[in-house]
């Protein structure tokens, strides 16, 4: 005779199943919150470990503080988000702009 694990979420009432998977989801959430939390702090540490010696290694960690800012009621504003965006956009054309140039012979 095989031994097969006992489903015990068939034996309750749809109401109580759905409460355990509510509270499994709230725990999972949880989780994901705190290891994110963690990550956030490991990488904190390591952009605040030293000066940014490119352009841009100094827009990457503009990037992450306009993230976090872009997260803030006070960003809500869609003039700041603009802003943000315009700011995000500009990064990018100046980085390609400084990588042409670097490729261009003196």
């Given at each position: 005779?095989?031994?097969?694990?006992?489903?015990?979420?068939?034996?309750?009432?749809?109401?109580?199943?759905?409460?355990?998977?509510?509270?499994?989801?709230?725990?999972?959430?949880?989780?994901?919150?705190?290891?994110l939390l963690a990550r956030r702090?490991?990488?904190?540490?390591?952009?605040?470990?030293?000066?940014?010696?490119?352009?841009?290694?100094?827009?990457?960690?503009?990037?992450?503080?306009?993230?976090?800012?872009?997260?803030?009621?006070?960003?809500?504003?869609?003039?700041?988000?603009?802003?943000?965006?315009?700011?995000?956009?500009?990064?990018?054309?100046?980085?390609?702009?400084?990588?042409?140039?670097?490729?261009?012979?003196?």
């Amino acid at each position: 005779m095989v031994d097969q694990p006992t489903e015990l979420d068939t034996h309750r009432g749809m109401a109580a199943q759905k409460a355990t998977e509510l509270r499994r989801l709230r725990m999972e959430v949880e989780k994901d919150h705190s290891d994110l939390l963690a990550r956030r702090e490991e990488l904190e540490k390591y952009l605040a470990a030293a000066s940014s010696e490119t352009w841009a290694e100094a827009v990457e960690k503009t990037r992450y503080l306009l993230s976090l800012f872009a997260e803030t009621p006070a960003c809500q504003d869609p003039r700041r988000k603009q802003l943000i965006k315009s700011l995000l956009a500009d990064f990018e054309r100046l980085l390609a702009a400084n990588a042409n140039d670097k490729g261009k012979p003196s």
